[in-house]
Nanobody
Framework: QVQLVESGGGLVQAGGSLRLSCSVS????????MGWFRQAPGKERDFVAG????????VYADSVRGRFTISRDTAKNTVYLQMNSLKPEDTAVYYC??????????????????WGQGTQVTVSS
């Protein structure tokens, strides 16, 4: 019912920037929550940032606050993750996720029903 497609990943030097996009298609409810997660090899999938689509409110993990910005374009049904001042420890596969009918942003991956395929972000030192 809901499809998510990420794009924008790549290889960048430490201190550089990338902008990830997540296109949302299919049927959606009037209110839902979008989140970005990342997973490095051999590690847990961790919350990065999230937003309440209708309210525009945002939540960030401590590790990215001040460097990353999550935003939405309602006309394009797209959520973005602007990543600045990238560090090698940001290297991971980044996933967007949707919590249909969500009232608030959750940092728990299990709260999200729909997931994109992931896009690789590699930050070199």
């Amino acid at each position: 019912q809901v499809q998510l497609v990420e794009s924008g990943g790549g290889l960048v030097q430490a201190g550089g920037s990338l902008r990830l996009s997540c296109s949302v298609s299919g049927r959606t409810f009037s209110r839902y929550v979008m989140g970005w997660f990342r997973q490095a090899p051999g590690k847990e999938r961790d919350f990065v940032a999230g937003l309440n689509w209708s309210a525009g409110s945002t939540v960030y993990a401590d590790s990215v606050r001040g460097r990353f910005t999550i935003s939405r374009d309602t006309a394009k049904n797209t959520v973005y993750l602007q990543m600045n001042s990238l560090k090698p420890e940001d290297t991971a596969v980044y996933y967007c996720a949707a919590d249909r009918e969500g009232k608030y942003v959750s940092s728990r991956s299990r709260a999200y029903e729909y997931w994109g395929q992931g896009t690789q972000v590699t930050v070199s030192s």
